[in-house]
């Protein structure tokens, strides 16, 4: 697992009205950039800072530059990103990743709708 104290680009978000659901990224560790696998919750609608943002399950595979759907109000889908093909559903309610099949071939900054 990357330890990484700023992530600094290609991280994706979902959004609804009271939070924003953030996965993947890229961070800079010892002057080289690493994928990560870190979700966060980041809540809108409070001004207490220390309940701001909750670190969440951490996806199976770390992805960078990925595409994100969300599916219904509990699941999110992660797929692809640069050099994987892999996917993965969030669940919100159980706090957990589930793998899915893999696409074809590698996608990433694709257009998810």
Same mark, same amino acid.
């Given at each position: #697992? =990357?330890?990484?104290? %700023?992530?600094?680009?290609? &991280? @994706? =978000?979902? %959004? %609804?009205?009271?939070? =924003?659901?953030?996965?993947?990224?890229?961070?800079? /560790?010892? !002057? +080289?950039?690493? &994928?990560?696998? @870190?979700?966060?919750? $980041?809540?809108?609608?409070?001004?207490?800072? *220390? /309940?701001? =943002?909750?670190?969440?399950? *951490? #996806?199976?595979?770390?992805?960078?530059?990925? #595409? $994100?759907? /969300? $599916? *219904?109000?509990?699941?999110?889908?992660? #797929?692809?990103?640069?050099? +994987?093909?892999?996917?993965? $559903?969030?669940?919100?309610?159980? *706090?957990?990743?589930?793998? @899915?099949?893999?696409? !074809?071939?590698?996608?990433?900054?694709?257009?998810?709708?």
């Amino acid at each position: #697992m =990357v330890s990484c104290h %700023s992530y600094k680009f290609l &991280t @994706k =978000v979902v %959004s %609804s009205t009271l939070s =924003v659901f953030v996965c993947g990224g890229v961070c800079e /560790k010892n !002057n +080289t950039l690493q &994928t990560v696998s @870190k979700s966060f919750l $980041i809540y809108l609608n409070t001004d207490d800072p *220390d /309940k701001q =943002v909750d670190n969440i399950c *951490d #996806m199976n595979f770390s992805r960078d530059q990925h #595409m $994100i759907a /969300k $599916i *219904d109000e509990l699941n999110v889908l992660v #797929m692809g990103g640069f050099n +994987t093909t892999t996917c993965e $559903i969030y669940n919100f309610l159980t *706090d957990s990743w589930h793998n @899915k099949p893999n696409l !074809n071939v590698n996608r990433y900054n694709a257009g998810v709708f």
